[in-house]
């Protein structure tokens, strides 16, 4: 560890998301995890304590937005009040997992860009600075009114793959929609492999619909790495699997880095043979019973615990950050 880095000068505090992977970041840092104290009064109100004094100190909390989204949004919120209104120097959001950077556009009447919403949120609250993981989209970055980090996990599914043996003759990356496609070409040119892209068109939050997967592209490859950024109910993912399995693919490994896998999304992954692997990150805490035999869930901690240290040395985490060329 750097001897610049002072662990007296710093406190770490974890919402109820992901405790995990607070402790596994505090560890590589060599900092303690302090304990926070959460409670509900009789009419359902939310209550919380720091467990340590934090006047004076960097502060640095760490939740992701999983369900139940509210209550750890709420969680964080005021835990970022707490530090704010308790003296800290500087309080920093470490949120793994935004589930809101989904809501980024008003694409019908009426609604809310709740991406932006959150980000002034998180603002008011107390974050002077916010680091995050993969954003579902490049402009969520943007409505964000403090210094926000969106780290990658990239390199690790890289190293992960690459050690495993590839064949650019077998071995193709699938975008499952436009929106990753420039996200899958950086994969895949580091990978040394072949790029495809499908057109996706989502019906509703649970359905979508594959329609421009171009034969072609994917004709003579046996094994098909689908590299996207999340994976909640897999119906994007399923629908794929099945396009591509009837175009001659025999082998899908699915990539996410925020792998969810809500309602029916472990059946459904289950009914298709094919895919063989499954590879995503600790971003999410996972059930035991969502975890199953074909994944691989590759652990964060170091990667938060690096831009942290950088952060706090005043020093570049270009190469962390998810939209960093290679």
């Given at each position: 560890?750097?001897?610049?880095?002072?662990?007296?000068?710093?406190?770490?505090?974890?919402?109820?998301?992901?405790?995990?992977?607070?402790?596994?970041?505090?560890?590589?840092?060599?900092?303690?995890?302090?304990?926070?104290?959460?409670?509900?009064?009789?009419?359902?109100?939310?209550?919380?304590?720091?467990?340590?004094?934090?006047?004076?100190?960097?502060?640095?909390?760490?939740?992701?937005?999983?369900?139940?989204?509210?209550?750890?949004?709420?969680?964080?919120?005021m835990?970022?009040?707490?530090?704010?209104?308790?003296?800290?120097?500087?309080?920093?959001?470490?949120?793994?997992?935004?589930?809101?950077?989904?809501?980024?556009?008003?694409?019908?009447?009426?609604?809310?860009?709740?991406?932006?919403?959150?980000?002034?949120?998180?603002?008011?609250?107390?974050?002077?600075?916010?680091?995050?993981?993969?954003?579902?989209?490049?402009?969520?970055?943007?409505?964000?009114?403090v210094?926000?980090?969106?780290?990658?996990?990239?390199?690790?599914?890289?190293?992960?793959?690459?050690?495993?043996?590839?064949?650019?003759?077998?071995?193709?990356?699938?975008?499952?929609?436009?929106?990753?496609?420039?996200?899958?070409?950086?994969?895949?040119?580091?990978?040394?492999?072949?790029?495809?892209?499908?057109?996706?068109?989502?019906?509703?939050?649970?359905?979508?619909?594959?329609?421009?997967?171009?034969?072609?592209?994917?004709?003579?490859?046996?094994?098909?790495?689908v590299?996207?950024d999340?994976?909640?109910?897999?119906?994007?993912?399923?629908?794929?699997?099945?396009?591509?399995?009837e175009?001659?693919?025999?082998?899908?490994?699915?990539?996410?880095?925020?792998?969810?896998?809500?309602?029916?999304?472990?059946?459904r992954?289950?009914?298709?043979?094919?895919?063989t692997?499954?590879?995503?990150?600790?971003?999410?805490?996972?059930?035991?019973?969502?975890?199953?035999?074909?994944?691989?869930?590759?652990?964060?901690?170091?990667?938060?615990?690096?831009?942290?240290?950088?952060?706090?040395?005043?020093?570049?985490?270009?190469?962390?950050?998810?939209?960093?060329?290679?």
């Amino acid at each position: 560890m750097d001897k610049q880095f002072d662990p007296d000068d710093v406190r770490f505090f974890s919402g109820r998301s992901n405790p995990q992977l607070a402790e596994d970041i505090a560890r590589t840092l060599n900092v303690p995890l302090s304990s926070t104290h959460f409670s509900r009064f009789s009419n359902d109100n939310l209550f919380v304590q720091l467990g340590d004094s934090v006047r004076g100190r960097k502060v640095y909390i760490v939740q992701s937005l999983t369900p139940p989204v509210s209550d750890h949004l709420l969680e964080l919120l005021m835990m970022l009040d707490i530090a704010k209104s308790a003296a800290a120097r500087e309080v920093h959001a470490i949120i793994p997992y935004f589930s809101y950077a989904r809501s980024d556009k008003k694409d019908a009447p009426r609604i809310s860009i709740t991406a932006r919403l959150v980000a002034d949120l998180l603002q008011t609250a107390g974050a002077t600075h916010v680091m995050t993981m993969t954003l579902h989209s490049p402009q969520v970055h943007g409505f964000f009114g403090v210094p926000t980090d969106p780290l990658t996990a990239r390199m690790e599914f890289e190293a992960y793959l690459k050690a495993k043996g590839l064949d650019a003759k077998r071995d193709l990356v699938v975008a499952p929609d436009m929106g990753q496609a420039k996200s899958a070409v950086r994969f895949a040119r580091s990978l040394g492999l072949s790029i495809a892209s499908a057109d996706k068109e989502r019906v509703s939050d649970t359905e979508v619909r594959i329609g421009g997967m171009i034969g072609r592209q994917i004709r003579g490859f046996a094994h098909a790495i689908v590299y996207d950024d999340e994976i909640a109910t897999a119906g994007s993912v399923t629908e794929l699997s099945e396009v591509l399995v009837e175009n001659g693919i025999q082998r899908i490994t699915m990539v996410c880095t925020h792998g969810l896998f809500l309602g029916p999304a472990i059946e459904r992954l289950k009914a298709i043979p094919q895919i063989t692997e499954i590879i995503t990150t600790n971003t999410v805490a996972l059930p035991p019973e969502k975890v199953l035999p074909t994944m691989t869930i590759l652990p964060v901690g170091h990667l938060f615990a690096d831009a942290i240290r950088l952060n706090y040395l005043r020093r570049s985490i270009g190469e962390l950050f998810t939209f960093a060329e290679e």
